[in-house]
């Protein structure tokens, strides 16, 4: 406790320092004389337009031509760049979001997310369909802290929100081109053009392929691999002066091949025969496959569909009141499958079937008359209904054999399938053996909120937010047996046994129905100690709602039981600082948090592979995040951030240990260098991301906290860096035509994303490999 206090002391000392040195050190420095400022990105937090460095809340906003020189185009590049937020991606159905060490990544339907991500305001926060392609994007905008009076009910501890391009008067058009080692291939393209005086139009689209970067050692696709299309249509209609809408429709496409889950506990080998085809290296080849006639023969890998439509109308009723309305209805539809044991044999085979369609409508009505007080105030209804189905397939003869009737079966050199078959005390084994287990959930939700700003002072401006959220929830479970009870597990002519699971009631999901409701607020304080330096406060509060989280019954043909996770709520202190110096070239942002947490629901998975929500208790977080850029010169940006974490459990089974996928330090480092030759200008972009060790499970890997035998803490990841390099090529300054090269981690540095997974349940924790070394040029142009 003490080393937080100490971490606390000197970060807040070091953000007040930004400020009250900032007067004097722009007035001691001359600007060069072709220098230029930094860019001043106008962002909406506050539901007004304000500069990023006015906005009295940590936030991180880069513009689309800045993602474009980055060469963002998904999530998980943007975190780099981005201090306190973590994006892993296991697949498009499977990411993970973290925000100042909190990850939210649960693909249960009864499940919120703590980190919300919104495309124009409206939530597309289930994890399974909330990864889309960020592309023809005017900004993004990742605030961290508790926001619900300003984003809603899901930003707990933090928001993304995704601004998309909008159709506008005027023609614009623009394609790029690239091409790259393990067969990329990727185009995208836009078209923007008035349709009549107040009707306007824009369509803008990417697909992207890349073979997979894991060599599959059996027949089939090489695994992580990309088959992305996306496609986006926008209208605009401005009819007056005081009223104008957007529509915007959105498709996003994924069928990537299967997740390497590389299992360091056996060897690939032929499954038929046991003979050796690759080594344990956690990034080397994996030998995974399905089951004839599992899910319809579908293949390894995601087949996933997200579908959404967005109205967005402004109409300004006078000079001082505006009202702002937003509707949106969305859908996304994945099926999953993978070899989550890690190896060869088909020990169990999983799918994931995640569906979900929502609903919201939200009036938001603004009051700004130029005076001391800006406000705003609105009634939002949000409507869900998802599933997540999870069919689990069992070879109860290759599990006899893992749990000991064959001599030296654990060893890595395994036995092959022959060898197994013909083991005469396995004949009444099932070589296929299924249960599915579906969980539902279905929320209706009614907020009112409101937030005023009041410029008490021409220097002080003190805020406050409230927001109340009602909830009617319905939480479902069911498990059914798909081709009768289990041997190895004990059945009966009269009484089928699951293995791990055993069914409900006639087979059938059984429902609970709930309500909660709660409120959260945010008090803010900005001073500004000049014109570019401002130092801010806040105290600010989050909830996530109770939840029933289903399970199977105790006995066979029982009730599902549900257990009742009390709401988790969470406090939030900050203070920070946003200077501008050297006229406005040399931007600077540091701010210090502290959240103390009540009721923190994690997820846990149990013996049979489930994910299951408990209450760990009392947690908290303590950390320290900056950015800084750098204008040099009109054609030389330097850049960085930095975020230091110190997120611990409080009590409870997980007492101080680390939150999952949370670096205690990260930080990032580059530039855009851009020089004239005789032939043409040139950019270079080089760019460093850093993070210390991240463990992958809230257990931390650590033998006392593990139930199969697991003695070696291994799944985890040490501290690495990534370098990433792009050079580019036009004609002249202002040509159309861009030609670049690519790099993305040069230094090929190995190591993985994720560890344990669904075989650490079984005693057999798996790896998924991080991205090997991509290289690629592309060609763009732009009208």
């Known amino acids: 406790m003490r080393a937080i206090h100490t971490t606390l002391l000197m970060s807040a000392t070091s953000v007040l320092a930004l400020s009250l040195a900032s007067m004097a050190v722009a007035a001691d420095v001359d600007a060069p004389a072709d220098a230029a400022q930094v860019e001043q990105v106008v962002v909406t937090a506050q539901k007004r337009e304000q500069k990023a460095m006015d906005v009295p809340v940590s936030l991180t906003a880069y513009s689309g031509s800045t993602l474009e020189m980055l060469g963002v185009q998904e999530f998980e590049e943007l975190s780099l760049f981005v201090p306190g937020f973590e994006v892993q991606n296991q697949s498009p159905n499977n990411p993970g979001f973290v925000m100042r060490g909190i990850t939210s990544d649960s693909g249960e339907a009864t499940n919120e997310p703590r980190v919300s991500v919104y495309q124009d305001g409206v939530s597309i926060s289930k994890s399974r369909g909330s990864y889309v392609e960020l592309f023809d994007l005017e900004r993004v905008e990742v605030a961290k802290g508790p ?70 050692l059996l027949v089939g696709e090489d695994f992580n691999s990309t088959q992305t299309t996306a496609l986006r249509v926008a209208l605009n209609w401005r009819p007056t002066e005081r009223f104008d809408a957007d529509l915007l429709v959105n498709y996003q496409s994924d069928s990537p091949s299967g997740t390497s889950f590389k299992s360091l506990t056996y060897l690939p080998t032929d499954p038929a025969t046991g003979a050796v085809l690759g080594d344990l290296g956690r ?17 390894l890998g995601l087949e996933r569909d997200v579908f959404s439509v967005t109205g967005l109308a402004r109409y300004k009723i006078n000079d001082a009141l505006s009202l702002a309305s ?14 989550a044991d890690g190896f060869s044999l088909p020990l169990f085979t999983f799918a994931e079937d995640a569906q979900g369609k929502s609903a919201s409508q939200d009036l938001r009505l603004n009051y700004d008359a130029g005076g001391s007080v800006t406000a705003f105030g609105g009634l939002s209804y949000f409507w869900e209904d998802g599933s997540q189905r999870v069919p689990l397939l069992f070879n109860e003869k290759v599990f006899a054999a893992r749990a000991g ?80 009870g289990s041997v190895l597990g004990g059945s009966t002519p009269t009484t089928p046994r699951g293995l791990f699971v055993q069914p409900t009631t006639n087979g059938q999901a059984q429902y609970k129905s709930f309500t909660d409701n709660g409120i959260t607020y945010r008090v803010v304080g900005r001073y500004a100690v000049s014109p570019d330096a401002n130092l801010y406060a806040s105290v600010a509060t989050g909830r996530r709602p109770k939840v029933l989280s289903g399970g199977g019954p105790a006995v066979p043909g029982g009730p599902a039981r549900f257990t009742a996770v009390p709401a988790e709520e969470v406090i939030s202190y900050e203070i920070g600082s946003k200077v501008a110096l050297l006229d406005r070239r040399l931007t600077l ?29 009392e947690a908290s977080a303590t950390g320290f995040e900056g950015q800084a850029t750098f204008q040099v010169t009109a054609n030389a940006t330097v850049f960085g951030t ?17 939150f999952r996928l949370s670096p205690d330090d990260s930080f990032s480092l580059g530039a855009n260098v851009a020089f004239d030759a005789p032939i043409g200008r ?95 040029v592309a060609l763009s142009i732009k009208r």
């Open 147 to 216: 926001q619900s009076t300003l984003y809603g009910r899901g930003a707990l501890i933090g928001a993304v929100n995704i601004i998309q391009a909008k159709a506008r008067p005027g023609y614009a058009a623009s394609a790029r081109f690239e091409g790259g080692n393990f067969g990329y291939l990727m185009a995208e393209g836009m078209f923007n053009a008035p349709v009549t005086d107040t009707l306007s139009i824009r369509i803008a689209g990417r697909i992207k392929h890349r073979d997979g970067y894991v060599k599959n």
């Open 642 to 658: 930095y975020a230091h974490s110190e997120a611990r459990f409080g009590n409870g089974l997980f007492k101080d240990n680390s």
């Open 405 to 484: 009737a064959i001599p030296g079966f654990v060893r890595p050199n395994v036995a092959g399938l022959a060898f197994i078959n013909a083991i005469p005390s396995f004949g009444p084994l099932k070589s296929q053996h299924l249960e599915t287990f579906t969980n539902y959930g279905k929320t209706k939700s009614y907020d009112a909120y409101g937030d005023v700003t009041w410029k008490a002072t021409d220097k002080l401006e003190l805020a406050a937010g409230l927001r109340y959220t009602y909830d009617d929830k319905e939480s479902g479970y069911g498990v059914v047996l798909g081709n009768g």
């Open 326 to 339: 937003t509707t949106a209805f969305r859908r996304f539809a994945g099926e999953e499958i993978f070899d």
């Open 682 to 776: 040139f950019t270079i972009t080089p760019t460093y991301t850093w993070q210390s060790e991240v463990f992958f499970d809230n257990n931390n890997d650590r033998a006392v906290l593990q139930t199969t035998g697991d003695a070696i803490q291994d799944e985890k990841q040490k501290a690495y860096g990534l370098m990433n390099l792009r050079i580019g090529y036009q004609p002249s300054k202002d040509s159309a035509i861009k030609i670049e090269a690519f790099a993305t981690n040069l230094l090929e540095q190995d190591y993985i994303k994720d560890a344990g997974n669904t075989g650490d349940a079984f005693g057999i924790p798996t790896f998924i490999a991080g991205e090997p070394r991509f290289v690629g």
């Open 589 to 617: 942002e540091g701010a210090v948090y502290r959240y103390d947490y009540e009721n923190f629901q994690t997820s846990i998975r149990n013996s049979a592979g489930q994910i299951v929500t408990t209450n760990a208790g």
């Open 283 to 299: 990034n080397s080849g994996a030998a995974l496959a399905t089951v004839a006639g599992f899910e319809n023969d579908q293949k």
